[in-house]
């Protein structure tokens, strides 16, 4: 049971803007930033985008954040073949003194 | 550009402690927070832990009574026990450096750790 809740999966098609969801609570989401990473299959996660929108060099800007309240969003506009993978969020809880995950979606582009 | 790499035996006997070294390259160690995650087969990720390169630590609590980082500085690397350890304990071993909270990058490629007798 993961702390920080997502749906475990979402779907597109090639072009389209999806969007995967990410609910926390105060001790977390609520107050904390959100960062996201994208584990494509078979590898280890990666870093995908910061919660300001900050992003790692060779990341596209159709990849986009944003938070309200104890929720955060990732949107990936303009779906791509390659972006099919594991998407985990992760922030700082406040209870626990440590970061906190997801569980995890995976997205089909179909 | 920093890279990690685990190491250690990918199998373990129930009971026994999991050892794990993580090697960093292309910086060094001094100055950030070096962590420990694991991901179950087919399952999400797990914050294990992580160290200072003066080490200090934090742990997760679930694994706190069993866990012990340490940090080899002239060696440029950090490793990890977890003793008494179970099938449960069957996971991806990842190391990653901090950059900040909740803040992984960039990782190792991660090493299977099987429990089993």
């Known amino acids: 049971q993961s702390v920080l809740t997502q749906p475990p999966s979402a779907s597109g098609t090639p072009g389209q803007r999806v969007t995967i969801s990410c609910s926390g609570s105060?001790?977390?989401?609520?107050?904390?930033?959100v960062n996201w990473y994208q584990q494509l299959p078979g590898t280890a996660p990666e870093f995908l985008i910061y919660?300001?929108?900050e992003r790692p060099s060779g990341v596209p800007d159709r990849f986009s954040v944003s938070k309200s309240g104890t929720s955060a969003s990732l949107a990936i506009s303009g779906l791509q073949s390659e972006d099919e993978a594991d998407y985990y969020c992760a922030s700082w809880d406040d209870s626990l003194n440590g970061p906190v995950f997801g569980g995890g979606t995976k997205l089909t582009v179909l | 550009q920093v890279q990690l790499q685990e190491s250690g035996p990918r199998l373990v006997k129930p009971s026994e402690t999991l050892s794990l070294t993580c090697a960093v390259s292309?910086?060094?160690?001094?100055?950030?927070?070096w962590n420990w995650l694991r991901q179950p087969p087919g399952k999400g990720l797990e914050w294990i832990g992580h160290i200072f390169y003066s080490g200090t630590t934090n742990y997760n609590p679930s694994l706190k009574s069993r866990v012990t980082f340490s940090v080899d500085k002239s060696r440029n690397q950090f490793s990890l026990k977890l003793t008494s350890v179970t099938a449960a304990d069957t996971a991806v071993y990842y190391c990653?450096?901090?950059?900040?909270?909740?803040?992984?990058?960039?990782w190792g490629q991660g090493t299977l750790v099987t429990v089993s007798s």
């Open positions: 990653a450096r901090g950059r900040g909270r909740a803040w992984f990058d960039p």
């Open positions: 105060s001790s977390n989401v609520g107050t904390n930033t």
């Open positions: 292309g910086d060094s160690i001094s100055g950030y927070l």
């Open positions: 919660s300001n929108n």
